[in-house]
């Protein structure tokens, strides 16, 4: 498998194939020349030119965050919570993150952006951070008492929060964010993508 992957959403995917052990590489893409680092047109592996993109051994290329990261959790066996609902609960959570978290983040990353729009976005982003807030008042990942690829996306809309735009981060996210960055496989990840 390669990850085509920058420090962008996609080390959320780069964070799960470390946690997995799934032998896996990764090559970086300069998203505004469309290009990897081994000089592919990457519009030719991934036509929105978006990363993340798994390429898969039998030349298929998966892309979109939730489908990647279940994809790894399927393929690994780890990364998902035990019981009848715990495959469920972690697409909850991950169609959670990408729609209403990773979607929030948009006006800091727009050059257009007014203040107004930041403002805005920061008010929407606390309140859809209180529901992991409450979540994790009961156990300690995002779907439960076992580390998922939940994890991985929420640890990086959090690295987004406090690194980036230094959004407020409620005290229970913010050692949620501490916990996992002490995490063998997100520091792996972090130095890896010059993010340490």
């Known amino acids: 498998m390669k990850l085509f992957s920058p420090g962008a959403c ?27 680092a ?9 036509p929105t030119g978006y990363v993340p ?5 039998e030349g298929v290329v998966l892309t979109e965050n939730i489908a990647i990261l279940s994809y790894i959790a399927e393929l690994s066996d780890k990364l998902t919570p035990p ?37 805005l976005a920061c008010e929407v982003l606390a309140r859809r951070f209180a529901l992991f807030e409450v979540a994790l008042g009961h156990h300690p990942y995002a779907v439960g008492d076992s580390f998922t ?11 987004w929060a406090k690194e980036k735009v ?9 050692a949620y964010y501490e916990r996992l960055r002490d ?14």
């Open 38 to 46: 081994s000089g592919t047109d990457y519009m030719v592996i991934n």
């Open 10 to 36: 996609s080390l959320a995917d780069h964070i799960a194939l470390i946690e997995s052990g799934l032998p896996f590489e990764m090559e970086k893409v300069d998203l505004e020349a469309k290009r990897t």
């Open 53 to 57: 993109a798994l390429g898969l051994d």
């Open 149 to 159: 690829v939940a994890d991985c996306y929420l640890f990086v809309m959090l690295f």
């Open 166 to 174: 230094g959004l407020y981060v409620p005290a229970s996210l913010s």
């Open 183 to 196: 995490r063998s496989a997100v520091g792996t990840a972090l130095k890896d993508e010059g993010l340490a």
């Open 83 to 119: 019981g009848e609902l715990g495959r469920s609960r972690v697409l909850e959570a991950l169609a959670y993150i990408s729609t209403e978290l990773h979607k929030g983040f948009k006006p800091f990353f727009m050059p257009s952006s007014s203040g107004k729009e930041k403002s």
